[in-house]
């Protein structure tokens, strides 16, 4: 079936460098994609969208690439910071299927300070 | 965005009981969904809580086994029955506030543990 996943299961950088984050997805027919962010104990956290019609969006220190050719998205997290350490899932969606989410299968980051 | 609360946060429960997991929101939202995270896992979806009807259950997931309600537009419960030791997840809610099917965010969760 279809399936959204991550290349790496755990990403670790130094603090103050800039983290990419990779999913891969499978379904040409996704209208949007998110990225969430889940600390321990907590639940996700939304960080950013994106809809397939765009191939770039800037947040506060976060940017995300869709590239519908490779079918392939990723996040940039800027300077990154010890409390950016969390496990980055992204999700994708279908804008006639009612909001239902399918969610890749996570990547942890490791902030080391 | 909306401010989602669940109760209760965590429960350790017996295998064979039913627990039910409260989601309330602090506005009206359009959309209500429950997801399972099960151990160290990504996140699957459950059903779609629908007010006033019944919920719309993915494949894998049963009403018998996942009885949902939402009265109203701001409040939802998923009751997990008869449960085992495989039913040992987080429990999560998440709402669709506006139109946008991408505006969607999620409560903090509940962790439940089945002995």
């Known amino acids: 079936g279809e399936n959204v996943g991550l290349h790496l299961p755990t990403l670790s950088v130094q603090e103050g460098d800039n983290s990419i984050i990779n999913c891969a997805y499978s379904n040409s027919a996704s209208d949007y994609f998110i990225w969430y962010k889940q600390e321990s104990g907590k639940g996700p956290q939304f960080i950013i969208d994106i809809r397939s019609n765009m191939d770039k969006r800037q947040g506060q220190r976060v940017t995300v690439l869709l590239n519908k050719t490779v079918k392939h998205l990723s996040l940039q997290i800027a300077a990154t910071q010890p409390g950016d350490s969390a496990v980055y899932f992204c999700?994708?969606?279908?804008?006639?299927?009612?909001?239902?989410?399918?969610f890749g299968q996570g990547t942890t980051l490791q902030v080391k300070p | 965005s909306a401010v989602i609360s669940q109760k209760p946060s965590r429960d350790i429960c017996q295998r064979g009981t039913s627990l039910t997991i409260q989601c309330q929101v602090d506005s009206q939202v359009t959309m209500m969904f429950w997801y399972r995270q099960q151990p160290g896992q990504s996140l699957t979806l459950i059903a779609t809580a629908n007010q006033g009807s019944e919920a719309t259950y993915e494949s894998g997931f049963v009403i018998d086994k996942f009885p949902i309600s939402r009265p109203n537009l701001t409040f939802s419960t998923l009751t997990v029955s008869n449960m085992s030791p495989e039913d040992s997840s987080i429990y999560l809610c998440?709402?669709?506030?506006?139109?946008?099917?991408?505006?969607?965010?999620f409560g903090p969760g509940t962790r439940l543990t089945v002995t």
């Open positions: 999700a994708e969606g279908f804008s006639g299927n009612t909001g239902k989410l399918i």
């Open positions: 998440s709402v669709q506030q506006g139109l946008l099917p991408y505006e969607q965010y």
